[in-house]
């Protein structure tokens, strides 16, 4: 069996990175994905994108990825578009929208928000339509070689970790499905969790990559902590706007209000 790391939502938290690669290479992993939202809040956008640039297998776009290279009237989206410079900005812009492979069986596809776009967000605790709605084909994600729809769904962007399986809602609209169950998760955020547990978040996926046989595969949680006083102290030494909001949620895990 074979072992992915999925990160996603570093925004520019270079030392929350660093802690999450450690530990993905002690524990002897080599596939990492990464779901979007490398750039933004945090003080080293730049640093972040080459670094996931170097280390990541397949990286999908953001929103902040992509909004970060519209025109920007905030002195936070300016000093961030400064700091990611003109190559690193074109290279967020042309990232891909979604993955998808088979894993032991199962087709899993992977994309930052939803099936829809990368601002359509979807909460934890969306209703069942919303949720099921991440399982179709759209314009956006495309289609499965086989027109497959996806038996497991992850994404990021609301940087709280949560799993859930879900019933498929008839046999009608899923009849190209091998079986009845349906299974989402969010992997949470490597710079910035909402969840209120300060310590970066990732996934591991294990199974047999690329395989259409039905086998084993699970789905971890980790949490690693990093020095979160030293995160701030690098906002605080670059002088970046908004430096105590970003200090507020990296230290308390909590969205600032």
């Given amino acids: 069996m074979e072992k992915i790391a999925i990160i996603s939502d570093i925004h520019g938290n270079l030392p929350a990175l660093e802690a999450v690669l450690a530990d993905i290479k002690l524990r002897g992993i080599e596939r990492i994905y990464c779901l979007g939202d490398l750039a933004g809040k945090g003080p080293d956008s730049a640093a972040v994108v080459d670094s996931i640039q170097r280390t990541c297998e397949v990286v999908i776009q953001g929103n902040w990825d992509l909004g970060i290279n519209m025109p920007q009237d905030q002195p936070a989206g300016i000093w961030q578009q400064q700091q990611l410079g003109p190559k690193r900005l074109a290279y967020l812009a042309e990232l891909p929208f979604s993955v998808d492979f088979y894993l032991s069986g199962k087709l899993f596809r992977l994309f930052h928000a939803s099936s829809q776009s990368v601002y359509h967000r979807v ?10 709605a991440l399982f179709q084909n759209t314009e956006m994600t495309g289609a499965a070689p086989n027109g497959k729809l996806p038996d497991i769904v992850g994404y990021g962007d609301i940087h709280i970790p949560f799993l859930i ?15 009845s169950g ?18 970066a978040c990732y996934c591991i996926l294990e199974g047999n990559m690329n395989s259409q046989q039905q086998a084993g595969f699970s789905l971890q949680y980790v949490r690693v902590p990093y020095d979160i006083d030293y995160a701030i102290r690098r906002a605080h030494a670059v002088n970046m706007p908004e430096t105590e909001r970003y200090a507020f949620e990296v230290s308390t895990g909590l969205v600032h209000r």
Avoid: C, H, W
Avoid at 123 to 132: G, P, Q, T, V
Avoid at 165 to 179: C, G, L, V
Avoid at 185 to 198: A, L
């Fill in 123 to 132: 909460k934890r605790k969306a209703s069942k339509k919303e949720r099921l």
């Fill in 165 to 179: 399986t879900m019933k498929n809602p008839s046999e009608k609209s899923t009849a190209k499905r091998a079986d």
């Fill in 182 to 199: 349906l299974m989402l998760f969010n992997v949470g955020s490597v710079g910035i969790p909402y969840d209120g547990i300060p310590q």
